[in-house]
């Protein structure tokens, strides 16, 4: 397990983090640039070894209800890739997603297809697909993006400059 130390020194050396003193000695990092309502990365970084990273647009992470990771036995490495992973998370735009039970309910319900095939001018190909309650964007093998909903991913596409390969019926 990290010190308090050792947590806030890693904190401190992401220059997009802002630190912020909270009650009770703990800190809170924000990240001012974030394209969503939530701000605070990391919070409550405990002098006792706790605190809490968001997790929230993530998969992959156990999560609590506001979609906070517990760090307190996190490994360095660990840590890092979460708040990486967090960060890049915060500063994509992903417009603001349905509750997760009326995600679900749509999927189960039809919605879109799972697959569509997307081009832009210069020939280029994304793959959109439907996968576990999210939306993933490929370009081949490689993961671009993820979104929580049909629309979020046609309005990202449409801003790339991104076409339907076929015209299918969709959300």
Known sequence: ?????????????????????????RVNY??????????????????????????????GYETDDKGLVNI?????????ELLDA???SLLMYIPEAPAPSKRKKKAQTGGAEAQSL????DGHTLSLRFEEDLW?????????MAFETTAEAEEYLAEEGF???????HE
């Open 118 to 121: 997307w081009t832009n001018e």
């Open 72 to 80: 307190r036995d996190y490994s360095e490495t660990a840590l890092r």
């Open 136 to 144: 993933y964007l490929y370009a081949g093998l490689q993961l671009e």
């Open 86 to 88: 967090s960060i890049t």
């Open 30 to 59: 924000h990240l001012e640039q974030s394209r969503h309502d939530k701000k605070t990365v990391a919070s409550h970084i405990h002098p006792n070894g706790n605190g809490f990273v968001y997790a929230g647009l993530l998969r």
């Open 1 to 25: 397990m990290l010190t308090f130390e050792q947590k806030i020194a890693i904190l401190d050396s992401y220059p997009q983090l802002e630190a912020r003193k909270v009650s009770l000695g």
């Open 163 to 169: 076409a339907r390969v076929a015209d299918e019926p």
